[in-house]
């Protein structure tokens, strides 16, 4: 009921920004050398300022009326045409891209603080300028000159916007079953004909054109991921500058429970044998160049979740600060007034449960981010590759932690309101099914186990890993510096070390031959992961709170605190899990269930 | 899609019933001698059919248009008009109530699953019925004889229907606050003035009236919950054999986010000083009376909770059988045929983890529901006691473990579906919303945990823990001579004795003075608890599955395995979280949050 949320709090960014990552550091590169505290602040101050006053005002509107299909066409809400051209004008969409295509040369770690107000203020209206981004740095990166030419100044000005075009009916999470076909034809263009499903942004009435990126198969591809290309399929093809219909038509809308201001098509691509699309790098490499930009766009999922539980987690505060309810175990008169339900001890738990949750994930993604702006701009090759190997080695956690415990997080900020929140006039319901989404897309929470296990901590002989074991040391160290717990530094450490011990046998297991036996609890060694590295962004916080006596610095600690006795001490049983192989859904057969 | 779901499955009743539980011990009690098992599955074969054939393919349709609110008068959805006679027809409402007031004396525990397949077919429209037994039940137990003439036959008959009224807007659980008035007027009944709040089935046209079962305080009645008092009161009341309107009004409807098919509403009593109530037993004992009633109604909503979480995880298996995608780890061929997702691990475990919790609810309810047939027909005192004393220690947890557990079962169910489970063309994300409310009304999960740690198991100077220690122990060795593996029974026992230790811990700590120190961690207390009672029903199971070759003993000893070896670990941690007394939320002053 309040309209005054704040979605992040000024000092909360502000703490981690300058006083736990210190990205004032970033500046010291050549790419950033133009930028300080001053532009940074300018720049998330505007993102903060139209996330307030204007995208998080349209959102309860906009999730009850979404998008409407009529005749072929998407009709968005009223609300978001006013929006559309406010968010572009922000400069978002090519931020953090270099000044010779546009690019204010923004670090991702600072835009991903702008960024996560506007998601927390309207998912769906910064929905649309975040697939732009995405469809934009892939011309940008893969794309030869006239490719550039044609889509790219269109897509990072916010006149046209883009889509990612990946997922089949019949295929679903498996890529290596695209069977999208392009048809190569005389002119260097393919035609295109396939079915696409799950396209959000497919269609609208925002801008005067849509370009979107699609994966297809070439004629007499290779099967399998080795045979699939990218293409850019916009909606209106240029031809004789005037723009003309191509042939990419929406088939129907998906009734999503969740993100309702952005709508999810079903596309129909060729149904006429007249849709042209334009071929992005190399044929056959089109998976390699998505996966290429994967971290980034899995990161920007980790923040949709930090940013719907963030919003959820502030609702929540304010309530439990202002609803009076019950009275103090102790304190039974019941003459005595009703005390706020935030001096119940398990309303208290539930707080910082979330609090731990949202900021942990928070400092999670912002470190990743700067981790990806190092790897992208770091002084040397070595500090460059060092960067891209713990950035790789985080996406997963980072995807997946802020989806899965973003939805715990989310339904204790609406139990929290009782009654109340199980109805749609309080805000909490919706945020609940928004942040449903990010376990589903861009690869689902299994998924994530199984690159985090399968592939990210066996890359490079364990690299990525040691890299990691040195990032929690030298934040132990420095915590320890600052007065912080050793009790808590060592628990960090033990837990560390665990997590290398499991993962050399898992490792040999695979290596073996039992690839199956290695990757049975990928889901609880993601878990048991994810309690490590979300305890690691507590350290890091609890170095640059510990000793400070403030209100702002002691919900830090205890935050921390809350983190590392409850969770922490879990890991050792779910290593146990995954190393003894615990075989009981292994071998129930299918028809046992 | 599937309009084949089965909600339950046959196989598992006959098996739980017959065999875990051995239900037909119960007639050797006189108040069910009438019975067999003849009788039992004609009565679930009935509720089965009705479920299956008429409540289930009414469910999307009510849950899309919820009952409307016009001119102060709610109208129900159509299918409803029809469903609700077929549903008194089954002669539910009173099943279980004796013969000399028009029931069955069918057992709670038979009940339970004839109302467990209505449940999951279709909550809301259970619901209407679920409420009207358990208004009768009160008038029934405290009621005069001329109370029960006005309005019992009425009600077990399901010609009226009836409402629990206890929340008002300002007080929400807290029912010491309760506000509405009664003030005594000559003829013996009082009038009623105040607000009520989220009264299910407050208003609808289904029945020619509502009986509202109301707490108020009568006018000079002391403080607090000791001056509190029931009264039926009806929406038309009898005057010279015509019905006429008793000036209780419908102020408005709450938005609810499921169980869309029954009306929630804040109601007005008395607003033109002409709403009589017929006071329930004595004066200011409301709150006893609805206390004694609290473990049935309990067990209910735990119920509505295993039940949503069945239709939901079936849904799911049915899914995982039929939907191909991807590839096994081990065999990349990208030619070879898709293999449906439940060759997949993570798929596996996911549904494992659904049954697991699905049936091991359903064993835990339908235990705690023949406890309280024992307790209430026992051949003798001593027997009766210590049914009763291990119904109400089972109960906080049979109401909230299917709740929280429910939750992230049904959250697994949609997963599954991958995006199809979050759009609302497939039912997964219908019941997921139902579900929420269930660790809400009814008393909150924070109110269960405080229920059980502050009460439950320091009653009777630890007596109903004590009993629970022998059924456990009872069930271990009934299993290992079946053959079950005493590697589990040997965790059981070691897990049991965690809680006894705790518990021992934590009482002394409250007997000491320091009640918040006690009660600190109830949340953790709940959840360890509820981990070894669903182990229990586990062992329960495995002792009757145990050594036998079908599929469908498989899955039970499977299910088993999963949850001894992957929960019953974290009840040393949970313990030592609730014997520490981790201090986090404690500690953090409401403003550092």
Not at 45 to 54: F, G, I, M, S, Y
Not at 60 to 66: C, G, I, K, V
């Amino acid at each position: 009921m309040t309209t005054t949320n704040p979605l992040l709090r000024e000092a909360d960014v502000d703490f981690l920004l300058y006083e736990v990552l210190e990205v004032e550091r970033l500046c010291a590169l050549p790419a950033f050398a133009e930028h300080g505290r001053d532009t940074f602040d300018l720049f998330i101050r505007e993102a903060r300022r139209l996330a307030r006053d204007v995208l998080f005002p349209a959102y309860r509107a906009m999730d009850e009326a979404p998008p409407k299909l009529e005749e072929g066409s998407v009709r968005v809400h009223a609300k978001m045409r006013d929006i559309y051209p406010q968010l572009v004008a922000l400069g978002l969409i090519a931020a953090t891209r270099p000044a010779d295509v546009g690019g204010q040369q923004m670090p991702l770690c600072v835009a991903t603080f702008a960024n996560a107000y506007l998601m927390a203020g309207n998912l769906s209206a910064f929905g649309y300028l975040g697939l732009t981004t995405g469809a934009g740095h892939l011309i940008e990166a893969f794309g030869d000159p006239a490719l550039k030419e044609l889509f790219l100044p269109a897509l990072y000005e916010g006149r046209w916007t883009g889509t990612m075009a990946l997922t089949e009916p019949h295929a679903g999470s498996s890529l290596a079953d695209v069977s999208t076909v392009a048809t190569p034809s005389e002119d260097g263009t393919y035609r295109i004909r396939g079915a696409k499903i799950f396209i959000s942004g497919g269609d609208h009435d925002l801008t005067e054109n849509i370009v979107h990126m699609t994966l297809a198969r070439v004629e007499g591809a290779p099967a399998g991921i080795k045979g699939v290309s990218l293409f850019a399929v916009p909606k209106f093809r240029l031809e004789r500058g005037a723009l003309v219909d191509n042939d990419v038509a929406v088939a129907g809308a998906i009734h999503k429970i969740g993100w309702r201001g952005l709508p999810s098509l079903a596309m129909a691509y060729g149904d006429r044998g007249d849709c042209r699309g334009w071929l992005v790098g190399k044929e056959h490499r089109g998976i390699s160049y998505m996966f290429q930009m994967m971290n980034e766009a899995r990161l920007m999922v980790g923040l949709n979740g930090v940013a719907t539980a963030s919003v959820a987690y502030l609702e929540s505060l304010d309530y439990a600060r202002t609803r009076p309810q019950g009275r103090a175990a102790a304190a039974r008169d019941p003459l005595s007034p009703q005390v706020p339900i935030i001096e119940h001890a398990d309303v208290r738990r539930m707080l910082l449960r979330q609090k731990a949750i949202v900021e942990g994930g928070l400092t999670l993604i912002a470190r990743a981010a700067m981790f990806a702006d190092v790897a992208a701009h770091g002084a040397d090759a070595e500090e460059r590759a060092r960067a891209q190997h713990l950035l790789d080695l985080l996406t997963p956690v980072a995807k997946s932690f802020p989806a899965e415990k973003g939805f715990e997080s989310n339904a204790l900020a609406l139990q929290i309101h009782g009654g109340y929140g199980y109805s749609s006039e309080y805000l909490v319901e919706a945020w609940l099914r928004d942040q449903k989404l990010n376990s589903i897309h861009e690869g689902t929470t299994g998924i994530q186990s199984l690159d985090l296990l399968g592939r990210k901590v066996v890359a490079a002989q364990g690299l990525p890993l040691r890299l990691f074991r040195d990032e929690v040391e030298a934040s132990c160290v420095r915590a320890e510096e600052a007065g912080v717990d050793r009790a808590w530094s060592e628990a960090l450490r033990i837990a560390a070390d665990r997590i290398a011990e499991a993962t050399m046998t898992l490792g040999a297991r695979g290596l073996s031959g039992d690839v199956d036996g290695m990757l049975l609890h990928s889901a609880d060694y993601l878990e048991m992961f994810s309690i490590v590295v979300i305890a690691w962004a507590w350290m890091l916080q609890a170095r640059a709170a510990s000793g400070r006596d403030t209100d702002f610095h002691r919900g830090k600690m205890a935050a921390a605190q809350y983190w590392i006795t409850t969770e922490l001490p879990r890991v050792a049983h779910l290593a146990k899990l995954c190393v003894d192989g615990e075989d009981s859904y292994a071998r129930v057969p299918p028809d046992a269930f």
